[in-house]
């Protein structure tokens, strides 16, 4: 948890930092032909930091962008609960038996709707984008006792249908990427609609966040907990902080 929040305090100051470097620079033009731009995004069906966005943009007009964005992000099932081990106070998540790694790929346009004067004001685009979704299932490792002994444990993935799998038997979840070699792949395809909003003062330079809703569909229901209800199709809502440059 304290990686995380550092992770979003460093960000904002990026941003914060390519705001105030403009009382050095002056530029007479607001105009730019391509933008490359990074974000941490927090959604609806995500936890704290859902995942990660990377958008390549060219201007095809001068109110239109032709985009080309990857999303990387960790997709969760709504009834997922973190909860503590009686015995080790370590947190996981009861009931969950995979993760899912959904990679979209993305092709898109971006209207200008606004554009910013400038060193002063705020640009907005509407942002209508879609594409494939190639995503791993990964299994969720839990680490239980074995023999109900506290210091003897074994790593598995959790099925509900283990009588070694209840409750009081779980000392935690499993190490980081473990099963990772084990994934199911799941294609899908997605849909995005979103607002823009462009908040940086320099020409080279782009700050700002994006909110809007997304669409996941996979041909295939995605199991994440077994005894809850699974679906194929992923509505969220999404904010997404970016970061980038642009000439």
Do not use: C
Request: charged share 15%; hydrophobic share 40%.
């Amino acid at each position: 948890m304290a990686g995380i929040r550092q992770a979003i305090i460093g960000f904002g100051i990026i941003i914060l930092s390519g705001a105030l470097s403009v009382q050095a620079q002056t530029q007479d033009s607001y105009e730019y032909n391509s933008e490359f731009t990074w974000g941490i995004n927090k959604n609806s069906a995500g936890g704290l930091i859902g995942g990660f966005t990377f958008k390549k943009a060219r201007k095809v007009k001068d109110q239109v962008l032709e985009s080309f964005g990857l999303e990387i992000m960790n997709v969760k099932n709504p009834q997922e609960v973190r909860v503590s081990s009686a015995y080790t106070g370590n947190f996981f998540i009861y009931g969950k038996s995979n993760y899912l790694y959904a990679f979209r790929f993305q092709y898109g346009r971006d209207f200008i709707l606004f554009t910013k004067a400038p060193q002063q004001g705020v640009e907005i685009k509407a942002v209508f984008a879609g594409g494939p979704s190639i995503s791993l299932v990964a299994p969720y490792y839990i680490e239980r006792t074995v023999d109900n002994s506290f210091f003897s444990s074994q790593h598995e993935q959790y099925d509900p249908n283990n009588p070694n799998h209840t409750f009081n038997n779980i000392l935690g979840t499993g190490n980081l990427f473990e099963g990772l070699g084990e994934s199911n792949v799941q294609i899908g395809l997605n849909l995005k609609a979103a607002l823009n909003f462009e908040l940086g003062f320099l020409k080279s330079q782009v700050t700002g966040f994006e909110v809007g809703v997304l669409v996941d569909s996979y041909f295939n229901e995605i199991m994440l907990m077994p005894t809850a209800e699974n679906k194929a199709v992923f509505p969220t809502v999404f904010f997404t902080l970016f970061y980038g440059n642009r000439k």
